[in-house]
């Protein structure tokens, strides 16, 4: 019988590490991803999203929620996709780790986001996380480059990025809505990505690798 990976390969994709499980959410997890956003993602009025989307009402939260998730199954292609990761941490949902390309077949270049519930933060789990995804990027979809970018006064997201090896890679000024923001980029190569102790497990690539044109 036919199986839903069968007909969408990134489904079967599964990243494994000492303390959490990674792998595509699908419609059935978005009302545990829902209910981790609703918890609180951050102090209120202090986003460190350039749209603050964890602040709306839950009326407008869960809608969004579902619609980017479907935005970016629906435009997934070779010349660019979004793979959104949901954190599995003792048997709960608590939070998104998203990595994603633009032409990765000439640029071989990843960018990665994520996000965590304020219950899961502080246990090292951001770190872990990231490590998988930048790990997954060089070892097997063969990246020379993973980047980032956080608010400059994130020192979260930064000290994570700083304990993987990420280098400064420049800044910019923009606007998040009416607020201006000083927006800091990183970058980490294989040569000065700090790897982790840990192996991570890998199920699923070889098909998933395929269904992008690596």
Known sequence: MTSLSDIWPAFGLVLTTPRLQLKPVQD???????DAARSGIHEPGHSPFSTPWAEAPAEELGPSLARWHWTCRSSTTPEGWTLLLGIWHEGGLVGCQDIGAKDFNVLKTVGTGSWLKQSAQGLGLGKEMRAAVVSYAFD?????????????????????????????????????????????RV????????????????????????????
């Not at 059935?28 to 829902?34: G, K, N, R, T, V």
């Not at 020192?155 to 280098?167: H, N, P, T, W």
């Open 140 to 184: 097997h979809l063969g990246a020379e480059v993973a980047q980032s970018e956080a608010a400059a006064w994130n020192e979260k997201s930064l000290g994570v990025s700083r304990s993987l090896g990420y280098e400064l890679n420049g800044t910019y000024r923009t606007n998040w809505g009416p607020k201006v923001e000083e927006v800091q």
């Open 187 to 214: 970058r980490v190569t294989p040569a000065s990505f700090k790897r982790p102790s840990w192996t991570l497990k890998v199920e699923g690539h070889e098909r998933f690798a395929k269904f992008l044109g690596l």
């Open 28 to 34: 059935e997890h978005l009302p545990a991803l829902f």
